[in-house]
Every structure is written in structure tokens, then in C-alpha cells.
Nanobody
């Protein structure tokens, strides 16, 4: 059974940076596109960034130019480098396979950005 474990969240200030990591275990990782998503309080979960098996990337307009997604296939890990953080980036961040996500999402990692 596939397990997704996100980490790296925490409390930060506007303009700061954080690096999130998502370890994928129990599945075929290297051949899959992966994505990061986030869910803010009272809002639907939204897509943030994605990376293909060939490391092509795509970003939501809200994070373009500030966030960078990358992957390390040897470690079954996908990363999200977040720079110039804004209070509106406050959310629980999740990763999952794309386009067809695994049924079981991870617990996510909370990112809170103060003004």
C-alpha cells in the first residue's frame, strides 16, 4: 500500500522560505508525475505545482516565480521549495501522484505564514 509522508512545514514570516518534502513508499515512484496541493482553512484543496517523471514542471499562477518543485528518484522524494512566502500561502500542504492520485492522502504538513 502506498504511503505519502509530508514534512517540513512550520511557522514563518512574510518573505521567508521553507522547503517541504514528501516521501513516497510502497509504490512505483520514478515513473509517475507528482504534484503538491494545499488546503487553506475553509477552502477546497487546490493544486500548487507538479513535476513529470522527466522533471518538467508546472505551477499555479499564485505561486509561479516563488515556488520550485523538484524530485529525487533515488530517495522516492518530491520537494517544494517555497520562497517569498505570503500570508495567503498558509495552508496544509499535501503531495500525491498525478493525474490519478493515490486513494490515501498523507497527513499533510502545516505551513503558517504571519504578516
Amino acid at each position: 500500500q502506498v504511503q505519502l509522508v509530508e514534512s517540513g512545514g512550520g511557522l514563518g514570516q512574510r518573505g521567508g522560505s521553507r522547503r517541504l518534502a514528501c516521501v513516497v513508499s510502497g509504490g512505483t515512484y520514478s515513473g509517475n508525475a507528482m504534484g503538491w496541493y494545499r488546503q487553506a482553512p475553509g477552502k477546497w484543496r487546490e493544486w500548487v505545482a507538479s513535476i513529470t517523471s522527466g522533471s518538467s514542471t508546472n505551477y499555479a499562477n499564485a505561486v509561479k516565480g516563488r515556488f520550485t518543485i523538484s524530485r529525487d528518484n533515488a530517495k522516492n522524494t518530491v520537494y517544494l521549495q517555497m520562497n517569498n512566502l505570503k500570508p495567503e500561502d498558509t495552508a496544509v500542504y499535501y503531495c500525491n501522484r498525478m493525474p490519478n492520485g493515490y486513494a490515501n492522502w498523507g497527513q499533510g504538513t502545516q505551513v503558517t505564514v504571519s504578516a
